[in-house]
Structure formats: structure tokens, C-alpha cells
């Protein structure tokens, strides 16, 4: 069992509604975890390289950066992991990451989309894992979740975004098409991560989608990111608590009963 020494900040920044920073640090590895409120100098950075664009349904005030250590494909130790998310949601965040590491789970990195000018199929490309980008659906329509900070998208080369058009398959990013069979399973992809990501709130996995497919990404639903916007932020941190308990309590009612599935995806329930 690893021990981790933690140092929580946030009794009274939670009663007065404030962000407050949370950080623990792995006693085996050394490597530090924590949840920071968003600076003046990165608010206007991730303006500046088209991440937090017009129309974004959230402020740098609601929203948190994630720091964290990663295990990395070369098997080496890497304290560089930095992720933007809702600040509802960054404590359960940081703690996926952890114990991703504890697993020894690679990631091949995780940068803010600032250094790809929001533009997600070159973050892609680099095989990055990444959150916060106020951007439209793949294809258009909707606001994606994430222009949230409620999706995460993780190691996109062994994970890919598949859309079948008759018998072709346009697999994003290109290095992802030695991925697009699931059945030989391979270090980095996303399958034995997907309760993990549930028990922690993200119950939608896009690997369960049929057209497209997208194996990379995890959210929480629209609704609830909807609702949690419109909330304070000590309010939508205890809204997200609770749906975090739903879920749990449910994957562990349906996994008792004999014959039911906590199914991977999209469970009604859920």
C-alpha cells in the first residue's frame, strides 16, 4: 500500500465558496499531486492560445488545475502532468491520476491544450492527454464537454476517435489504426481504466459509442455538467459528490445481483 502525506487547504475556502489548493504527495514515488485555482497569467494564456474561447459556459473562476505525476511508456517517472478541468470536479481528477500511477498505467504526456492552440487533432497527434478546450463536437453541432472541463481524453494513439463511413474507417489520430482492434490488448489503452474513471464520475465512456467511437474519451454527462454550471461552486462540489455516491452505490448494487451487468457504458442507472 502506498502512503501519501496530505495537506487540505480548503475547510474555509469551501464554506465562503472560494477555490482553495489541495495537494498530496506520493510517499513511494515523491511525486506531487495538486489542485490549484486558476492564476490571472494562466486565465489569460488559455485565452491567448484560442483554449478559452467566446461562448465558454464557464469562467476561470470555476474551473482548477490539475497537477500531477504520471507514469510514463518509458516506464520512468514524470512530474509534468497538468490537466484544466471544472473545479467541481479536479479533487476526483487528481485522484484518478494517482492511482493511475499507483497502477502503473502509462501516459505518454498530459499538456493544456494551450500548447496546441486548442487545436485538438495536433494535441492528438502528440498522443497528449488532455481536458479543458472550449471547441464544438467532432463533426460541429454542440459545445463538446469539453468546453466544460468535463471530459477527459486519454493517450489518443492507443485510444482513437473512429468514425466508420461505409466500409472505411477514418481513425484520428493516424498512428492510432495499429489501436482500432480492441481484442489484442495493448499497454496504455483505456479498457481496464473505464471503472475507474466511473467510480470517479465519469460514467459516460465514448469506447461504448457506435458511430463514432471514441475510445480516448471519458465525461460526465451533459446534464449534469449543465447543472453544475449553474451552480455556486461549493454547491456544485457537493452536487458532484452526490453523484459520485449515486454512481458508486449503483455500479455495487447491480454487481451484486446475479446475471447483472455494471456494464462499462452508459449504465441507466448512471
Known amino acids: 500500500m502506498r502512503i501519501r502525506s496530505t495537506v487540505l487547504l480548503s475547510a474555509l475556502a469551501y464554506a465562503l465558496g472560494i477555490a482553495a489548493p489541495i495537494a498530496q504527495v506520493d510517499a513511494q514515488t515523491g511525486l506531487p499531486d495538486a489542485v490549484l485555482p486558476i492564476s490571472e497569467n494562466l486565465c489569460a494564456e488559455m485565452k491567448a492560445h484560442h483554449v478559452l474561447n467566446k ?7 470555476r474551473l482548477s488545475l490539475v497537477q500531477f505525476g504520471y507514469i510514463g511508456f518509458d516506464k520512468r517517472t514524470h512530474g509534468d502532468g497538468k490537466l484544466v478541468v471544472m473545479d467541481a470536479l479536479a479533487e476526483h481528477v487528481m485522484q484518478i491520476f494517482s492511482t493511475l500511477r499507483e497502477r502503473g498505467f502509462p501516459i505518454a504526456r498530459a499538456q493544456l491544450m494551450n500548447k496546441y492552440e486548442g487545436n485538438d487533432e495536433a494535441s492528438m497527434a502528440e498522443n497528449n492527454t488532455s481536458a479543458l478546450n472550449v471547441r464544438q463536437i467532432a463533426g460541429g453541432g454542440s459545445i463538446s464537454l ?18 466508420r463511413l461505409g466500409a472505411r474507417l477514418a481513425v484520428s489520430p493516424r498512428a492510432g489504426r ?24 465519469f460514467s459516460v465512456w465514448g469506447g461504448c459509442w457506435r458511430n463514432p467511437t471514441d475510445y480516448q474519451h471519458f465525461q460526465i454527462s451533459r446534464r449534469l455538467a449543465q447543472e453544475l454550471a449553474r451552480l455556486s461552486a461549493k454547491d456544485a462540489k457537493a452536487r458532484f459528490e ?5 454512481s458508486r452505490d449503483c455500479r455495487r448494487a447491480a454487481g451484486a445481483v446475479k446475471g447483472s451487468s455494471r456494464a462499462h457504458c452508459n449504465a441507466a442507472c448512471l
Open 55 to 61: 461562448g465558454a459556459p464557464l469562467g476561470c473562476n
Open 146 to 163: 469539453h468546453a466544460y472541463g468535463g471530459a477527459i481524453d486519454i493517450n489518443p494513439v492507443q485510444n482513437p476517435y473512429i468514425k
Open 178 to 201: 495499429g489501436y482500432v482492434d480492441r481484442k489484442n490488448r495493448k499497454e496504455g489503452m483505456a479498457e481496464p481504466v473505464v471503472e475507474l474513471f466511473a467510480e470517479h464520475g
Open 242 to 246: 452526490q453523484h459520485v455516491r449515486h
